[in-house]
């Protein structure tokens, strides 16, 4: 079966917008994803229908939510090649998983001065912010992989970057800025060597690739719904269930005990004993729905209709005078996010030019400032690809730049 | 196009050939603020009689146009002028775009009324004011008035 992006485009009701008197070009998908009918559908159906809370009520409704609320776990597992549903945590966004991680494991590996964390340069906030704030909290030492000019991890201190002392590796699996997609092959045998615990954040390639944990080397992963045609307000956590089940809880409260007393309390097991008071339950129910439509398409589809759209998208922004690529220059170990710079205009008066006509880029330092920094510019504009984006968009945004040019000229 | 309320040739101007640009000593305040959202920077020095107000920045065009402005029509002033004019400014930056901009007090600064009606690019428009108010304090001039903080 060949993907046929028009056909797709028909899920998605958004695409019949205009945006300021133009058709509606969404290139702003790293940022968060459009939703098709069929997800839509799920959540109303589900609210006008089904609403009960899940995981503690007797009546029909409440056993109806949980088993759909269980059923999204169940299909996300799947998604991902998950051992069981019992390693997929729901978490509200990416963030929170990486936090919980941050608490939980920070915790449970007893961290102390003398103990390091690696992380790197290439890393969204939210990769970021976490590991200082254990640092902050337990003397132990953050460091960091830094990025070679093309744009990749620059490996080349792996084996005095990751030493005995370190603890836990966080890693970004796709870049949010530069659309790298990082090889942790290497990485990940190396963390197991010295016996660290290896984090990847796949907000940007869950939704974009074919993912298998079993295959990846990690120990956990976190990735949101927003960005693969889910709702906003939900995100998960993956974790091998022997350490999942070995970590404290992040947050108390309902859901998350075994039993409480005015002296104690005994926590539930993993997944329950993450997912403290009543969780987003449509938004679950819907990021269930999301990955239908995905397995129905096929990542591998999905991908490759990417790498296409990529491959279009660099050739045609090369070919606009003036135009610098931040990160990987061909579609070769990249995904379907690319970020440039036009010479001498700031990106928030490109951004603002292409709104004008209809095209939606993000413009800024996508809470990745440290990239930014790395290539010596304050902020970047990035268009960011999906199932569901086209070459005649790309066109549109090549046209939009020769307009931001005449603006600015 | 609509973006003819945004980008005006005034502001175009002040953002190819920037009045008064640069940090220059002596200051009696400095300020440096950040719009955290975007990264834009900049960097405000003041006078404490207002005789220089010089400042450095990167951003867009309307956050290095805005500087330029406030440069031109603040520095040379007395306090209580650089008050009324702060607080014209910020009036019709918070207007919505229903703002009537007085040319007697703001000078090219009404250019900027179109951006008004763009709450994205507000905070742009304001960052040098904002620098500029912090950096007066500090040289101890009260002007000015805090407007609500937007996210």
């Known amino acids: 079966m060949s993907f046929d992006v028009e056909q797709v485009r028909k899920d998605f009701p958004i695409f019949q917008r205009e945006v300021n008197g133009h058709p509606l070009v969404y290139l702003d998908s790293a940022?968060?994803?459009?939703?098709?009918?069929?997800?839509?559908?799920?959540?109303?159906?589900?609210?006008?229908?089904?609403?009960?809370?899940?995981?503690?009520?007797?009546?029909?409704?409440?056993?109806?939510?949980?088993?759909?609320?269980?059923?999204?776990?169940?299909?996300?597992?799947?998604?991902?090649?998950?051992?069981?549903?019992?390693?997929?945590?729901?978490?509200?966004?990416?963030?929170?998983?990486?936090?919980?991680?941050?608490?939980?494991?920070?915790?449970?590996?007893?961290?102390?001065?003398?103990?390091?964390?690696?992380?790197?340069?290439?890393?969204?906030?939210?990769?970021?912010?976490?590991?200082?704030?254990?640092?902050?909290?337990?003397?132990?030492?953050?460091?960091?992989?830094?990025?070679?000019?093309?744009?990749?991890?620059?490996?080349?201190?792996?084996?005095?970057?990751?030493?005995?002392?370190?603890?836990?590796?966080?890693?970004?699996?796709?870049?949010?800025?530069?659309?790298?997609?990082?090889?942790?092959?290497?990485?990940?045998?190396?963390?197991?060597?010295?016996?660290?615990?290896?984090?990847?954040?796949?907000?940007?390639?869950?939704?974009?690739?074919?993912?298998?944990?079993?295959?990846?080397?990690?120990?956990?992963?976190?990735?949101?719904?927003?960005?693969?045609?889910?709702?906003?307000?939900?995100?998960?956590?993956?974790?091998?269930?022997?350490?999942?089940?070995?970590?404290?809880?992040?947050?108390?409260?309902?859901?998350?005990?075994?039993?409480?007393?005015?002296t104690g309390t005994t926590y539930a097991a993993p997944p329950a004993r993450f997912e403290a008071g009543t969780p987003p339950i449509t938004e679950a129910i819907g990021l269930g729905a999301a990955v239908d439509y995905l397995t129905g398409l096929g990542m591998a589809a999905i991908h490759e209709h990417e790498q296409a759209i990529t491959s279009y998208a660099l050739d045609a922004l090369t070919s606009v005078p003036g135009v610098r690529i931040f990160g990987p220059a061909s579609p070769v170990g990249r995904g379907g996010t690319v970020s440039f710079g036009v010479e001498g205009v700031h990106p928030h008066d490109v951004g603002q030019i292409l709104d004008a006509l209809g095209v939606e880029v993000r413009v800024g330092h996508h809470c990745a400032r440290p990239v930014c920094a790395r290539f010596g510019v304050p902020a970047m504009t990035r268009a960011s690809f999906y199932l569901y984006t086209t070459t005649d968009e790309i066109d549109a945004l090549a046209r939009g730049l020769d307009q931001v040019k005449k603006v600015f000229g | 196009m609509m973006l003819d309320g945004l980008y005006q040739e005034i502001i175009l101007d002040h953002y190819k050939n920037p009045h008064g640009r640069g940090l220059r000593d002596p200051f009696d305040g400095e300020a440096h603020h950040v719009n955290p959202t975007c990264g834009d920077e900049i960097t405000v020095r003041v006078k404490s009689d207002l005789t220089d107000i010089s400042y450095d920045g990167l951003g867009c065009s309307i956050s290095q146009a805005s500087a330029s402005v406030l440069h031109e029509l603040v520095q040379g002033k007395t306090s209580a002028e650089a008050s009324e004019i702060h607080h014209a400014f910020v009036e019709l930056m918070q207007g919505r775009g229903q703002v009537e901009p007085d040319e007697e007090v703001l000078g090219d600064g009404i250019a900027f009324a179109g951006v008004a009606r763009f709450p994205a690019r507000v905070k742009c428009a304001l960052l040098p004011w904002m620098a500029f108010k912090d950096a007066a304090a500090r040289a101890g001039v009260e002007v000015g008035v805090s407007p609500e903080v937007k996210a």
């Open chain 1, 31 to 262: 940022n968060t994803s459009q939703k098709p009918v069929q997800v839509l559908d799920v959540m109303r159906a589900h609210q006008e229908r089904y609403n009960g809370n899940v995981s503690r009520s007797v009546h029909t409704l409440g056993t109806e939510s949980t088993e759909a609320y269980e059923g999204a776990r169940a299909r996300i597992a799947t998604f991902i090649g998950a051992a069981s549903p019992d390693e997929v945590v729901f978490t509200k966004n990416s963030t929170e998983a990486l936090n919980l991680v941050a608490h939980s494991a920070g915790q449970h590996l007893r961290l102390g001065p003398g103990d390091e964390i690696v992380i790197s340069e290439m890393e969204h906030h939210s990769n970021i912010v976490p590991w200082q704030l254990l640092c902050e909290r337990t003397g132990a030492t953050l460091r960091w992989f830094g990025i070679t000019d093309s744009g990749f991890l620059d490996e080349s201190n792996l084996d005095d970057l990751i030493n005995e002392r370190t603890k836990i590796v966080s890693l970004v699996h796709m870049s949010n800025v530069l659309g790298t997609i990082n090889d942790v092959s290497r990485i990940a045998a190396r963390a197991k060597t010295v016996g660290a615990l290896l984090v990847l954040d796949c907000s940007q390639s869950v939704p974009h690739l074919p993912i298998d944990v079993r295959e990846l080397g990690a120990d956990l992963i976190a990735f949101t719904g927003h960005k693969m045609l889910g709702p906003t307000g939900i995100g998960v956590l993956w974790g091998r269930f022997d350490l999942l089940e070995q970590l404290p809880p992040f947050l108390g409260g309902g859901s998350m005990i075994e039993t409480v007393t005015m």
